[in-house]
């Protein structure tokens, strides 16, 4: 039976309800009633920083530190992100503080319930003005019902897309994503002769999309994708028409929001805010971004798998959209895995790839309204399948089964479909990308210390001798008498200042009875020349849980920021709350500076 014209209507509205109960009671309620206070956290504090800059503090250009997004300049401090985000941000922020300053018991710091959770409505909306343009979208260029219903379903719920709409409204991917979907929708009613008004709309879309991440720029290339009549067609009603140089202008307007605001906190109409980061052009980590057990999509959202197998299937009926589409996830791939960062941090599967779901599901569409019978079966039920296992682990994410930075293959092999207590919070470790380095690192220090002999920079910890070391008689134990062991300690006076380090750990751990030494955290911190730390990451020192009675190797990769004259280095075991119970031998430090590359 076919489904009626209203189904991906209903559809659309029944996804977004879906999206606003997870915020309300994942999010806002969490696990103490307070979860909405995680809303404004991590990037998604540089994007809300210029709010509260200019509509509460009154001091862009002036703000207090914050590691996340403010830099130093000689005339004056610079937000790091681009301002796209909180433009979108901005009405609903509008309304949410309107509502604190009118509770007398409410803060007025910008960062109340009424504020934080109204930045999550105003992400539902935004999902909702996605999902509308991909439905017009799709029904304009004749793809059925049917078709329309399974991919929305499957964009919101078998996605990361659900994670960054309803758990994490702060961050950009929900608002690049209702922006790409509904600028592709202006190309295509341009390429069918609509309204000029729609030019103009595409222009100032386009400014918007570059505004909130520049490198979005890329989904121009989409075009040829959506244009009805060829990209001649298209070309040629642009040029005949005098809304060109208008939408030219509203695209220009639009994003001259953002020298303005560098302007008005350092003086000069162009800053660069990400000093200190950038692309490794000719480093890119394509397998690991496609395939990875960090971030890999297609292993995270195999539901992805099916738009990158529609790119040939499409080659069938419509070569010139077939290229487009290979080029496509060709350039924005290569893009995405030249970042130096090229997991993008924390997080819930890829989510950099959520910016262009609108442009890498048009081939899926094309191909599948041309499908019925046991292959359109087979596909729903693959859907199904990547729903089921993006909810589980989506499910697992939030519940501490899953690593929120360092996963691999053997904490995916360890938590894969559990969701008993025994696998919850036991995963740990610490495996980060290195600073950024176009010219390379520099080895400053590197040492290997037994625990036999005393080391330059390895100190410390209750040495015991066992016939079962690792080599060759002496190990350093950590019992419930031990709270602190071993450490390594190093200070300006070897390590260089103004160049981000890089610490490569290792050690081998052994432990006589099985999970022993589960509570035990490994730490890295900087003090400066007064002893106050201003660098403290601490981290389970266990990747997964160990095996009793061998040795087993643990691995750490640590970037560490730039130092300062008289800071001091530390990175040592800590037996919090001396419940582990554990011995280390053979401990590794490697300690590599960036190059200059200025």
Request: charged fraction near 15%.
């Amino acid at each position: 039976m076919p489904i009626r014209g209203s189904a991906s209507l209903f559809t659309v509205y029944a996804l977004v309800t879906i999206t606003a109960l997870t915020s309300v009671f994942g999010l806002w309620r969490g696990t103490d009633g307070q979860g909405w206070k995680e809303t404004i956290r991590s990037d998604a504090r540089g994007y809300y920083g210029y709010l509260q800059a200019v509509f509460i503090r009154g001091d862009l250009g002036h703000e207090p530190f914050n590691s996340t997004y403010v830099k130093y300049t000689r005339t004056g401090t610079l937000n790091k992100y681009y301002c796209g985000t909180s433009v979108l941000m901005a009405p609903w922020f509008g309304i949410g503080h309107a509502f604190a300053v009118n509770d007398p018991e409410s803060t007025k710091d910008g960062l109340s319930a009424y504020e934080q959770k109204a930045i999550g409505v105003g992400a539902w909306v935004y999902l909702f003005v996605g999902l509308l343009a991909l439905r017009a979208l799709f029904r304009s260029m004749g793809v059925r019902e049917a078709v329309i219903v399974w991919t929305l379903v499957a964009l919101v719920l078998g996605t990361p897309l659900l994670q960054y709409a309803a758990m994490q409204p702060g961050w950009s991917h929900v608002y690049t994503f209702s922006a790409v979907a509904a600028f592709l929708l202006a190309v295509h009613r341009i390429s069918t002769g609509a309204s000029p008004r729609w030019m103009i709309g595409a222009g100032a879309l386009l400014g918007l999309i570059v505004l909130i991440r520049p490198i979005n720029v890329l989904v121009v290339l989409a075009v040829p994708l959506v244009a009805a009549n060829g990209i001649d067609a298209l070309l040629g009603t642009m040029f005949r028409q005098r809304a060109t140089l208008l939408a030219a202008l509203a695209c220009i307007a639009v994003f001259a929001v953002q020298p303005a605001l560098w302007y008005a906190q350092t003086g000069n109409f162009y800053e660069y805010g990400y000093k200190g980061e950038g692309f490794h052009w000719t480093r890119p980590e394509v397998l690991k971004v496609l395939i990875g057990f960090r971030r890999g999509l297609f292993l995270w959202t195999p539901l992805m798998l099916l738009p990158a197998l529609a790119v040939p299937l499409l080659w069938r009926f419509d070569r010139v959209k077939s290229i487009t589409a290979a080029l496509y996830w060709a350039i924005i791939t290569y893009v995405i895995s030249s970042w130096w960062i090229w997991y993008y941090g924390g997080g819930f599967a890829s989510r950099v790839y959520i910016d262009h779901y609108p442009v890498l599901v048009v081939p899926m569409v094309l191909v599948l309204q041309r499908w019925s019978g046991w292959r359109w079966l087979l596909v729903r039920v693959f859907l199904v399948g990547t729903i089921a296992l993006n909810l589980a682990q989506l499910w697992q994410y939030h519940h501490g089964f899953l690593h929120p930075e360092s996963m691999d293959s053997a904490k995916y092999r360890y938590s894969f479909l559990r969701f008993d207590e025994a696998h919850r919070d036991n995963l740990g470790g610490n495996y980060q990308e290195a600073p950024y380095n176009p010219n390379g690192m520099e080895l400053i220090l590197e040492e290997t210390c037994g625990m036999d002999d005393s080391c330059s920079f390895w100190s410390g910890g209750k040495r015991v001798q066992v016939p079962w070391a690792h080599s060759p008689a002496t190990v350093c134990q950590y019992d419930r008498a031990t709270e602190f062991g071993l450490y390594f300690n190093a200070s300006t006076d070897t390590l260089p200042v103004g160049r981000a380090l890089y610490l490569e750990i290792g050690l081998q751990r052994y432990e006589a009875r099985s999970e022993a030494s589960l509570p035990a955290l490994g730490v890295t911190e900087v003090r400066n020349a007064k002893g106050v730390i201003y660098f403290y990451q601490p981290f389970r020192m266990n990747p997964v849980p160990g095996k009793a009675g061998v040795w087993e190797q643990l691995e750490y990769r640590i970037p560490v920021p730039p130092l300062l004259r008289g800071d001091r280095l530390s990175f040592y075991l800590w037996n919090k709350d001396k419940r582990a119970e554990f011995f280390v031998d053979d401990v590794f430090m490697r300690v590599s500076a960036v190059k200059p590359y200025h």
